[in-house]
């Protein structure tokens, strides 16, 4: 009983530790948006060069996901999610001296390898260790601290960019202390895997799930590319509609309404909790659709209040339905399951990100910004009518967090 007792307080630091270095790593992504209006400002950059950012952040993460997804499983958690902190700790080295578009590119291509390898290998080792009770909470802080990691991010950028000294490089300081403390938690707690031969056959590129929840996997997948495309533009356009649309070009109020999209996340997953994986879908991207018919009118009529309160709508409706959707995807999963299945929601997850990004970039020559808000208000509609049409639920009971 003791022995017991010492393990679960052993498993339930591991399971902070876990959670901390998660919201660093994903601070740490967060921490450049505020930047960009300056960048913009400062250096010429244009709304097409921040696009190609986003860009290049969202395809180093698909390429180490695709590549390095499973490697946890043969070296560990704890190595693989060391190696991302230091990944992410060299995109902030690079970022403190941002004066060409192609130092940020670069310094967020190493911010997306580390990402990559930290939301496989930090998330899995999160469900490893996370608590029997209550059932939903495994699920909720592997998908939702993510978005809290960024809200956090973007905040204290804003913050710091605004009313601190060294606007253009306090944050990637502290950020870089962050991301250190986290490597140091991890490296002092338990390893939940142990080390097999395979390593180098795990990187060959493989996508996959259980069998027993494939029947899931479209509309998964429809959650995550709607509501990661709006996360990417918010990244992306929405310092430029703030400043150009909602006139004001404030840092922390940039940094307030990215997080108001990826904060409220954290607070819609729980209550998702309370229904079926399927029912908590229909029910979030319902609400995520009318967040961006807000969204939308706030635009068009240069209302802040509304485009706040639009976010936040948007924000916590993809909550419910991301870690609705993450739920039935683990029910019944095993160990050495998690790390891959992770793998496969943040490919999706960043090629929902990717690909829409990539086409604004070319449209913004071209469309206005307005116009391209619309055209990620039509991925909502459709993927919203797709949800409430084929959402499911998984064939076994939903997954316990241990075995």
Not at 105 to 110: E, F, K, M, S, Y
Not at 282 to 298: D, K, S, V
Not at 327 to 354: I, K, W
Request: proline share 5%.
């Amino acid at each position: 009983m003791i022995n017991l007792g010492r393990q679960d307080r052993t498993l339930r630091r591991a399971f902070v530790a876990a959670v901390v270095s998660l919201v660093a790593t994903f601070a740490a992504v967060g921490s450049t948006i505020p930047l960009f209006n300056i960048y913009r400002a400062e250096e010429g950059f244009t709304n097409a060069d921040i696009s190609l950012t986003v860009v290049a952040y969202s395809a180093a993460t698909l390429s180490t996901l695709l590549v390095l997804g499973r490697l946890s499983n043969h070296v560990g958690r704890r190595s693989s999610a060391v190696a991302s902190l230091g990944l992410l700790v060299l995109g902030c080295l690079l970022l403190l001296n941002v004066h060409h578009i192609g130092v940020l590119i670069a310094g967020r291509l190493l911010m997306g390898l580390g990402a990559g390898l930290a939301s496989s290998s930090l998330t899995a080792y999160i469900v490893d260790t996370a608590p029997a009770r209550p059932t939903w909470l495994a699920s909720v802080a592997s998908s939702q601290t993510v978005m809290l990691g960024l809200a956090v991010g973007a905040i204290a950028s804003g913050a710091l960019v605004q009313f601190g000294p060294w606007p253009r490089d306090l944050i990637y300081l502290v950020a870089i202390g962050l991301l250190l403390l986290s490597a140091a938690l991890v490296a002092i707690s338990p390893e939940t895997v142990t080390r097999t031969p395979g390593g180098w056959r795990s990187l060959r590129p493989s996508v996959r799930v259980p069998v027993q929840v494939r029947h899931l996997l479209p509309v998964a997948a429809g959650v995550f590319l709607a509501t990661w495309a709006t996360g990417a533009f918010y990244q992306a356009f929405v310092p430029a509609l703030v400043a150009d649309q909602l006139h004001t070009r404030s840092s922390l109020v940039i940094g307030l309404v990215f997080a108001a999209y990826m904060g409220p996340s954290a607070i819609g997953a729980p209550l998702g909790g309370r229904f079926s994986p399927a029912a908590a879908q229909r029910i979030g991207m319902t609400a995520f659709l009318a967040g961006w018919i807000g969204l939308i009118t706030a635009i068009s009529t240069g209302a802040l209040p509304l485009f706040i309160a639009a976010t936040i709508t948007a924000g916590a409706s993809q909550g419910i339905a991301i870690s609705a959707a993450i739920r039935g995807l683990l029910s019944g999963s095993t160990l050495r399951g998690r790390a891959p299945t992770f793998a496969v929601v943040y490919l999706l997850s960043y090629s929902g990100a990717t690909i829409p990004s990539l086409i604004s970039a070319q449209l913004t020559n071209t469309f206005a910004l307005p116009q391209i808000a619309l055209g990620y208000g039509g991925l909502a509609l459709i993927t919203t009518v797709f949800t409430v049409l084929a959402a499911r639920n998984p064939h076994t009971p939903v997954y316990s967090t241990k075995g």
